[in-house]
Every structure is written in structure tokens, then in C-alpha cells.
């Protein structure tokens, strides 16, 4: 047993050093070219509340229209749909699989409201089978999807993010990083 332990010990710093050596190294955070962002509709739930919540570790927060400090950017997320629809269907008529739709229409630009990411469409498509006898089931697999399609929504926002230039910026070097989402966790 100990000669195992022993091997075992031995082989952990030779795998260190082999993905050390290959040049793996863990994902690391995307960085974003502004310091202030507000995002409207402000804290409205959903895509909106999530992506200020993750926002707000990175980059501060501002009140859109508060009389204080203006944001560099305002994140207008424009619409927020959900929608379920029947693809397929048994001999008898039976619904046997939908396909679950979620759609995010978004702008960026400054507070003075020069358009810096033009309206833009982020959707996720995900099918789910039913079964009558499971119904329960089902409808907790569905929110388990929607919420990882908004998960998936907000990730995709956040690269955007970090993608585009600010007017007059150079280079694409940061203000802030943005750290990788946390899998949703099951309620």
C-alpha cells in the first residue's frame, strides 16, 4: 500500500510538470475596455440581472440617468423572449419533443449615445422530448435548460464585451478581466 502512495506521489509533480511544459494553463479572465458600464433595463431580471451581477465584480456599476457619474457604456438590453414550440409529434398526435427558444436583442454605446455594438440578436436553441407519464420531470429538465441558455446568453454578452474597441483605443488591452461564469446551480 505505501509503495502505491509512494508511486502515486511521485507521478503528481512528473503531470504537473508535463501540462507545464506543453503550455496548458487554466482559462483565464477576458478583458474588457471600459471601467464603468450601466446596464438597462436595470437589474429587470433574467439576462439584464445576471449579466450586472457578473459585471459588478469586473468593472463598477454606474445609475443610468443618475445625476452622478456617467457610465462609460450603457448596456441597453432591448428585448428578452422565451419561446417553447412543438417539433415533433407521435402517430396519434401526441407532442414527443419541443424545442426551447431564448432570444436577447442588445445594443452598446456610450453615454453620450454614440452606437459602439449595433442591435444584435444572441439565441440559444435547446430540444427536449416529453413524455406524458413524466410530466413533472420534464418541466424541471425545462427550466434547468432555460436557465443554462441564459448562462450560455450571458457568456456570450460578455465576449462581445470584450471584443469590441473603445473610440480611439489603440490597443484591445484591458480595463478589467472578466472571470468565467460558475455553472448554475440546481434550486
Known amino acids: 500500500m505505501q509503495r502505491r502512495s509512494l508511486l502515486a506521489m511521485l507521478a503528481l509533480p512528473v503531470a504537473l510538470a508535463t501540462l507545464a511544459?506543453?503550455?496548458?494553463?487554466?482559462?483565464?479572465?477576458?478583458?474588457?475596455?471600459?471601467?464603468?458600464?450601466?446596464?438597462t433595463p436595470e437589474k429587470s431580471g433574467g439576462v439584464a440581472g445576471d449579466l450586472a451581477r457578473y459585471l459588478g465584480d469586473i468593472v463598477?456599476?454606474?445609475?443610468?440617468?443618475?445625476?452622478?457619474?456617467?457610465p462609460e457604456v450603457i448596456l441597453d438590453i432591448l428585448q428578452e423572449g422565451r419561446e417553447k414550440l412543438v417539433v415533433g409529434v407521435n402517430a396519434s398526435g401526441q407532442v414527443r419533443e419541443f424545442?426551447?427558444?431564448?432570444r436577447v436583442n442588445f445594443k452598446l454605446r456610450t453615454a453620450k449615445g454614440v452606437e459602439l455594438i449595433a442591435p444584435s440578436v444572441i439565441e440559444q436553441r435547446r430540444s427536449i422530448s416529453f413524455n406524458e407519464s413524466a410530466v413533472l420531470a420534464k418541466e424541471a429538465e425545462e427550466v434547468l435548460l432555460y436557465r443554462d441558455m441564459q448562462a450560455d446568453i450571458v457568456q456570450q454578452l460578455l465576449r462581445r464585451l470584450g471584443a469590441f474597441k473603445m473610440p480611439g483605443q489603440a490597443s484591445a488591452l484591458p480595463a478589467a478581466p472578466v472571470p468565467p461564469?460558475?455553472?448554475?446551480?440546481?434550486?
Open 21 to 39: 511544459g506543453c503550455g496548458f494553463k487554466l482559462r483565464t479572465s477576458q478583458p474588457l475596455p471600459f471601467s464603468t458600464i450601466a446596464v
Open 60 to 70: 463598477r456599476p454606474v445609475a443610468p440617468g443618475a445625476g452622478g457619474e456617467l
Open 99 to 102: 424545442e426551447l427558444r431564448m
Open 181 to 187: 461564469l460558475p455553472s448554475p446551480a440546481p434550486e
